[in-house]
Nanobody
Framework: QVQLVESGGGLVQAGGSLRLSCASS????????MSWYRQAPGKERELVAS???????YYVDSVKGRFTISSDNAKNTLYLEMNSLKPEDTAVYYC????????????WGQGTQITVSS
């Protein structure tokens, strides 16, 4: 059974930093393309950052230069380092995994809440 479990969320002041982790089990981590999504209240889920199985990364414009996605294949864990946090970063953050580079995701985590106070 595949599981993705996010951790590291919480309350932080604007300008602060957090690191999210997504621990996976039941899948061959290095064979999957991984992403972080977020969903703010009343808004659609949006892609924040992705890392392919080959290590290529993508960031939505609003987080470029502030967030860094990385993965540790030995630990089967995905990370999202978030710096210079802004109140508009407040959302539930989800990790997701898919075998193919495009298309629907195969697995999702349960999400972790990040609240950035001004």
């Amino acid at each position: 059974q595949v599981q993705l479990v996010e951790s590291g969320g919480g309350l932080v002041q604007a300008g602060g930093s957090l690191r999210l982790s997504c621990a996976s089990s039941g899948l061959t981590f290095r064979s999957f393309h991984m992403s972080w999504y977020r969903q703010a209240p009343g808004k659609e889920r949006e892609l924040v950052a992705s890392i392919s199985s080959g290590g290529s990364t993508y960031y939505v414009d609003s987080v470029k230069g502030r967030f860094t996605i990385s993965s540790d294949n030995a630990k089967n864990t995905l990370y999202l380092e978030m710096n210079s946090l802004k109140p508009e970063d407040t959302a539930v953050y989800y990790c997701a995994a898919r075998r193919r580079l495009t298309g629907k995701y195969d697995y999702w985590g349960q999400g972790t809440q990040i609240t950035v106070s001004s």
